[in-house]
């Protein structure tokens, strides 16, 4: 029998779950990654005695990271272990209050009637809509590769659509089931996770507040990056040929078919070819232009970018009064917003994410605490100078908050937008590739399978269905299942 190759470019998390899929699908494939690590974003950062995970926090839909270990055969839990945080997030506010999301329903409802009696006997029923935006999702988007704008005319699809409250903000939703500033500023926060802003990112994203307040947040004991070395693990254990520190420089085309990787090191001859690097900067990068009439240069310039960030790695020899994910809000995140979004500017008064993981696994930092600080950044500026934030806002933000660290750190590392664009090729230093601030990249995002070479897919943030750990797994997942129908 005639074995088919593949070659994947990128060992994220979308091409790992790719590589995967094929390999067990009877693929020969080899996986090309040019950092010196599998994972992508998702990946350990150790500093003196303190380890953190750079890029995915925040866990959700597990068992999409379990559905590409199952498919094999093996069982999920020889990769990596999901432990759930019911009460998982702390939001702290300027005027010294707080409250805390969980996923224990009658504690919620506690919660937020500490601050908003409307929201408290609403929460049932925001739970009960957002719940159904997620099965819409489920059943619509979630699950299904898209090949061509044809795969948009099916009549269910029109209908799943329009029921998905495409045209209402996330903001105005959530204004329906709360009333305090407070608590909309808090479950506003969620269009940040995919790197867009509340007022102007479709309500269709209420779907989130199902995963984390519904489903629930997790943990991977060790680390989160342990499920990027759980799917390494797999990958060789069934045979994928890895590379890492090999970069891909070209990808060779003759009669509108991918022929030939070519990188640094070597050339992979291919029967198919998935590029999980950013879309946006590799596929103009890999591939001529006049071979990619679809995704010009012209127009990829015009595609908007996610939210960026600046991140503060912590490690200190003191324990803070911290929950695992905390967040302390700026005064006006309204106005935040505008400046990342609209200006392309930090605010002086940010939003600040903090997940601290030793509060749940104190083995990550013996000493003290291991403090992941997150602020979000507008995405790099296109010509001129980007700005960068200063170490000294975050200081005297905690500070503000009764978190003084700088006494205590024993340890510190900065990481700009301009340091995601350098190592992982990200599209102008976004998180998740594109932004969800209009409905045509919300819904239309780059198709899975390349419209200009006939044997080349797409996986990842940039491309359907969208950006974060989970979303970017499913597109490896289903970009497999649809090359092995196409090609297998
Ligand atoms: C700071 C930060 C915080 C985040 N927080 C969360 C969170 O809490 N929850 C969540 O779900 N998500 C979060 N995300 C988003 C999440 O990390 C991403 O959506 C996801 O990991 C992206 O996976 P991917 O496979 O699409 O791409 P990537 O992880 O970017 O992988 C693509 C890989 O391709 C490689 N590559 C590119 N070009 C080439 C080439 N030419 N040759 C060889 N290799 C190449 C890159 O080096 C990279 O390793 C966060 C991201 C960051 C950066």
Known sequence: MNIKRAVIIGAGLGGLAAAITLQNKGFQTTLIEKNNHTGGKLHEVCLGSASFDFGPNTITMPQVFNEVVRQTGEEPENFFQFQKLTNHTTNSFKDGSSFMFSSDNERMKEELLSLDGYAADHFSSYLKEVKKLHDLAQNYFLRRTFKSWKDYLSLPLTKGLISSRPLETLDHFH?????????????????????????????TFGLIGYLELGQGVFYTKGGNHKIAEGLE???????????????????????KTATLVVTDKSSYEADV????????????????????????????????????????????????PLNHHH????????KE?????????????????????????????PEGDNLFILVNAPPLHKKDASPSLKEEIIFNVLKKHKIDISPYLEAKKMIHPEDIKNKFHAFRGALYGLSSNDRKNTFLRPYNRSADINNLYFTGGSTHPGGGSPMVTLSGLNVGNLISKIHG
């Open 175 to 203: 204004r329906r089931y709360f009333k305090d500033e407070r608590v909309i500023s808090a479950f506003n926060r969620y269009a940040t996770y995919i790197g867009s802003s509340p007022y102007s990112s479709p309500a």
């Open 327 to 334: 967040v302390f809000f700026g005064e006006d995140p309204r």
């Open 337 to 365: 917003f505008t400046n990342i979004f609209e200006k392309g500017l930090f605010s002086d008064d940010p939003t600040i994410y903090i997940c601290t993981s030793a509060k749940t696994e104190p083995a990550r930092s």
């Open 273 to 320: 070819v998935v590029l999980n690097g950013d879309l946006l900067t590799q596929y103009p990068r890999l591939i001529k232009e006049t071979d990619r009439p679809s995704l010009s240069d012209k127009k990829i310039d015009h595609f908007e970018p996610s939210v960026s960030a600046s991140v503060m790695l912590a490690a200190t020899n003191k324990s803070f």
């Open 233 to 255: 693990k797999l990958a060789l254990k069934i045979g994928v040929d890895i590379r890492t520190a090999e970069e891909a420089q070209e990808i060779a085309v003759s009669k």
